[in-house]
């Protein structure tokens, strides 16, 4: 079985700050029915009792707990079946009726040896795919060339992206909210007092012309490109830009009638009607949004849409 859809940044940054430290990972290997976590998702075990992430969304992490204290204790690893919360077939249930099982190893060279949390870091910083592979008979994770005769491989993909074009209100409340998520934002600007990092804590800043900056972007099928501008010199150039691109989602702040007079100046510069089509216009899924914060929320929902429809 293979996973690659989790988001491991806030493992890594735990596994990074307990370096050293005896620690258990906890890994979902299989799913059924309406599972609350995907396969491949984890959850990161201190010796102490502190821990990052989830398996289950808060059902089963108190039994994880005590068996990842064994594995730390005993150097063990453990592969446990969680189902329906009806009693009569599992000890620990859960109640969303679907089921997980759960790989809990030690981090040990045994087991899951400390050194895969780097690999994968530097693997993700290169915007590379990392597979590691984990024997479930043993218990054993290391790092493998392909997924053939493994028993279950995890896929650690690079991060994904959000590169917004305009530093207005909305980029503010939708950066916050795709890093809340794990997603990597570069905001691009020409304008330098729009794009402070007064108004921009711990975001990439880019001050390039928006076409210019896409292009050295390089936007992949991991990426998605919004533009909140709401001006034409701006706007326009970068969304020509991003429609040269495999970019997961491709988006523009406006009303309907806004959008339709963009696709007809986007048209009379030579792109094609199909290409056209690819821009979500108006940006977003439909919540009624009124404030900032809302159609930020919008945007990401639209966002998230586009990128599990791809899986990537």
């Given at each position: 079985m293979t996973a690659g859809s989790a988001d491991h940044r806030r493992i890594l940054e735990s596994a990074s700050a307990w370096s050293g430290a005896p620690m258990a990972l906890a890994t979902v290997v299989e799913t059924w029915k309406s599972a609350p976590c995907p396969v491949g998702t984890h959850m990161l075990v201190h010796q102490d009792g502190r821990f990052t992430g989830s398996v289950s969304g808060g059902c089963v992490e108190g039994d994880v707990l005590e068996i990842a204290a064994r594995v730390i204790a005993e150097d063990a690893f453990a592969l446990r079946r969680y189902g329906v919360a009806d009693g009569a077939a599992w000890e620990v249930g859960l109640p969303c009726g679907g089921g997980i099982v759960g790989l809990v190893q030690n981090v040990s060279p045994t087991h899951f040896p400390e050194r895969l949390f780097a690999a994968i870091a530097g693997a993700q910083a290169a915007g590379k795919i990392l597979l590691i592979g984990s024997d479930l008979k043993t218990g054993a994770s290391a790092v493998v060339d392909s997924e053939d005769g493994q028993e279950f491989v995890n896929r650690y993909l690079p991060p994904r992206r959000l590169i917004i074009v305009g530093a207005v209100e909305i980029a503010a409340s939708l950066c916050a909210i795709a890093r809340s998520m794990g997603v990597e934002v570069i905001v691009v600007d020409p304008r330098a007092r729009f794009l402070t990092g007064e108004r921009f804590p711990e975001t990439v800043l880019d001050?390039?012309?928006?076409?210019?900056?896409?292009?050295?972007?390089?936007?992949?099928?991991?990426?998605?490109?919004?533009?909140?501008?709401?001006?034409?010199?701006?706007?326009?150039?970068?969304?020509?830009?991003a429609l040269e691109t495999p970019a997961a989602y491709v988006a523009a702040l406006g009303s309907k009638t806004s959008h339709a007079r963009r696709l007809e100046r986007l048209a009379a510069t030579g792109i094609r009607a199909d290409r056209l089509a690819r821009i979500e216009g108006p940006a977003g899924i439909a919540i009624n949004a009124i404030s900032a914060p809302e159609i930020a929320l919008s945007i990401a929902g639209g966002m998230v849409r586009a990128f599990n429809n791809g899986m990537r």
């Open positions: 001050d390039r012309w928006p076409d210019e900056a896409i292009a050295a972007l390089r936007p992949d099928a991991r990426t998605a490109v919004v533009t909140l501008s709401h001006d034409p010199k701006i706007d326009d150039p970068a969304l020509a830009a």
